[in-house]
């Protein structure tokens, strides 16, 4: 399966191509999951589809957050389709090669694998798993990311178990299905001018991040950085004019070219990509280098991007407690680049405001609450007037961050009335918005003393997730509701809470969560049957074996479970760990 890196999914689609041919109908899963189906293959979907993003949530490329509830959807669908049609033919699927697909795919397989142990008639057969393809470029080396995925796959592989086997281009050409497919090889194609490519290669970054790309991002903007080099400074408004027309880029909260000015700036693009894709996977130090070399070597960069290369390199650098004497330093640097003035830009207002913020982040984890706070109001200072969508992005952020800031010092009241202003701020209303407002405002009821109205807030986060076909959310909070009535002593309400969430972790193909609500089911009643489940599904769970292990003996020494179980926390956002491969 060498469909290379050039787009996220393609080696899922195949797959599910080659089931269809076979006569598989994936059941009611491309209507139910409309949108996501859609991603997959977008020259089948349906007019009037919602799109995926306005009922999911996105990666950040100004916080640097990797999290992908989109990406997670995708892959989940992916993986229940490559089950659901197995069963339905009554015959397993045999997946050659699966180390040489995209990264994405690799994941929506591994997910697919843990899927099957939970699911009738399910099976996914893999011949020769750890043949890999050559790296495009050094860059783009992700075979450590790979032998951890087919190691979360079960399979007993060591370091160095992956030798390339596969060329690093495929055999058959790549024919591409999706934008960010086509966008690829216009990025590569050497018979067109280095103008096109290096435009080519700034949309594409865009798409390849959206869809977890990170290889693909790596192996374009690496080889375009080299052709910038080639390109006179006086075909860089063409080469922009180009980009914005490729893709949404302008002034789009990720990756926007509006501030891009010369080739210093683009430049700086460029290795900012280099520099996500390196921190996305866990290489925080050649982040660090790429995020630094965006302002070494720029005549005439722009305060903008040199703004952004200090920001990047304080995110970066603020993930490591041992090195925020550096982060803070990077920040004060980023500050004197935008220092303020008369008749500055908007664009340089708002940087501002995005260096603000970190310093207010960095003061929190110096429990240095008081200043942060200052620093939180004094980026919304900045954003006063300023409409664009990175702006309305950090506004959103700062009513949360202050919010949060108020809890950690034990103002849970005050902490509760800044999260409705923010509602109100906001005017936001979806379905996706709602979920997530109503389970802070659970959570902080629940601080202030309010049980009805926290339990009336759960409800309506429950009734949104389902709204939104959400099992991963909808399963956590049932098994969180099932631990509060425990803790409460009200088993009966336990008991139905956990029966709903082990539905529909079944639906999700968790082993690990199935177990968790059966555990809650034997705390709840005493089932032996339901001890006895639960020790067989932990069992099986690939995701978390750890903790798995650990529910299982608890559940078999008879010792209270509830410590395992979840309880309702103040924000409902986690890592989607079923298809996450990092350490």
Known sequence: MNTGPAASYSGLRESLEALRSEGASFGDLPVRHASEWAELFPAQASPGTTPLEEIALAPSERRLHRESEQVYRVLSVAAAALCAATAELGRPLLVSGVGGTDLSSLRGFMRAVEHARVAPGAALLLDAPEAVRTPVVGHADYDRERLRCLRRMGLPLADGDLPPGLPDRPATPFVPVSEEGRLYLRARDEQSSAVDRVAAALAY??????SANWEGMA???????????????????????????EGELVHAIEFETAILRGPSDVRGFLLKVLGIQAGFRGDQDSALAFFRAMREDAPGLSPEIRAQSHLYSA?????????????????????????????????????RGWLHNLRGLTLFAERRLGAAFEHEKQALACMAGLTDASSAHLRINLYSNISVLQEKAGKHSSALQTWEKFKQATGASNAGFAKHHAYRSAGLRLLVGERDAALADLDTTLFNAHGLDDLFHET???LELGTLHASAGDREAADEQYARAEATAVQLGDPYRIAQAQAGRFLATGSAAAARSAEEHAALSLTRPGDADTLAKAVREGTE???????????????????????
């Open 219 to 245: 192996v374009v903007a690496d080889e375009a950085v080299r052709l910038l080099s080639g390109i006179p400074e006086a075909k860089i408004p063409e080469l922009l004019g180009k980009a914005e027309r």
């Open 561 to 583: 479970p509830a410590g395992l179980l979840p309880m309702p926390r103040t924000k409902l956002n986690r890592p989607f760990d079923l298809i996450n491969f990092q350490d």
């Open 476 to 478: 956590e909070v049932r």
């Open 205 to 210: 970054s865009r798409e390849a991040f959206f």
């Open 315 to 351: 995110l970066t650098l603020s993930k490591r407690k041992q090195r925020l004497a550096e982060a803070v330093a990077e920040v004060e640097q980023g500050f004197a680049a935008v220092e303020e003035r008369p008749d500055e830009a908007e664009s340089v207002r708002r940087e």
